[in-house]
């Protein structure tokens, strides 16, 4: 059963915001939201992760609903570097949890137009 | 650091031939993840080890895979006798732990058996 569920694809024009959502209705009290993204070619990329407050790095931005059924990624000021297909994953933060947990779906395509 | 380095970046062989892939992980890191990935069936976690030691290899689809850490900074995966439904792009990754989530990823191999 999947635990996330994600769109296809999207497309976001270069400059503008991209902001790409996540629906995980299911998640346990204890379970992180994890986002990561991969580029054609190269092997993913870790992007941000969070559990119920917003988070925000470099790379993007993350914003969990209050029932944290649901979340977004937000990148900023999108460029044609950000094409990639995004994943959005969660999981328990634990040490002695199986690593089967970062189960990667199908993602989201993100394509940024000029 | 380079990151996680995988050779060779291309491999193409025929059915029936021994095919080894070979990951040197970030060092440090506790954590060495072999993921394999097809249209078909997206990313699919194959074994993982922690300290050399492989901790589980459920994914590992035949007895044809074999996976090798003889030390904390060097992995093989083998495929003896390869097979054309093996052709598959073959991610390395490492971790520093599994708790934190998140994961380095090599740049793959794209296996090619004719």
């Known amino acids: 059963d999947a635990k996330t569920t994600q769109p296809p694809s999207m497309d976001c024009a270069e400059g503008r915001a991209a902001n790409l959502p996540c629906n995980h209705s299911?998640?346990?009290?204890?379970?992180?939201v994890y986002w990561y993204r991969q580029i054609h070619s190269q092997g993913p990329q870790y992007i941000i992760h969070?559990?119920?407050n917003n988070e925000t790095n470099e790379m993007a931005s993350l914003i969990i609903t209050e029932d944290r059924k649901s979340s977004t990624l937000i990148l900023p000021h999108a460029t044609l570097r950000d094409t990639a297909v995004y994943y959005c994953i969660v999981r328990v933060q634990t040490s002695s949890g199986s690593a089967r947990q970062l189960t990667f779906g199908s993602g989201t395509q993100l394509t940024v137009l000029p | 650091d380079a990151g996680v380095i995988q050779s060779p970046r291309h491999e193409v062989t025929e059915m029936g031939q021994e095919v080894t892939l070979r990951c040197k992980p970030i060092s440090g890191h506790d954590y060495l993840f072999w993921y394999r990935q097809t249209m078909m069936r997206g990313l699919e976690l194959l074994i993982y080890?922690?300290?050399?030691?492989?901790?589980?290899d459920s994914g590992m689809p035949e007895d044809r895979f074999s996976a090798k850490m003889p030390n904390a900074s060097f992995s093989t995966l083998k495929i003896q006798p390869s097979e054309p439904r093996d052709s598959a792009v073959y991610f390395c990754?490492?971790?520093?732990?599994?708790?934190?989530?998140?994961?380095?990823f090599g740049s793959g191999t794209q296996l090619s058996v004719l």
């Open positions: 080890f922690n300290n050399n030691v492989p901790i589980d």
């Open positions: 299911t998640i346990s009290g204890n379970e992180y």
């Open positions: 969070g559990l119920k």
């Open positions: 990754a490492s971790s520093l732990s599994l708790r934190t989530g998140r994961l380095f």
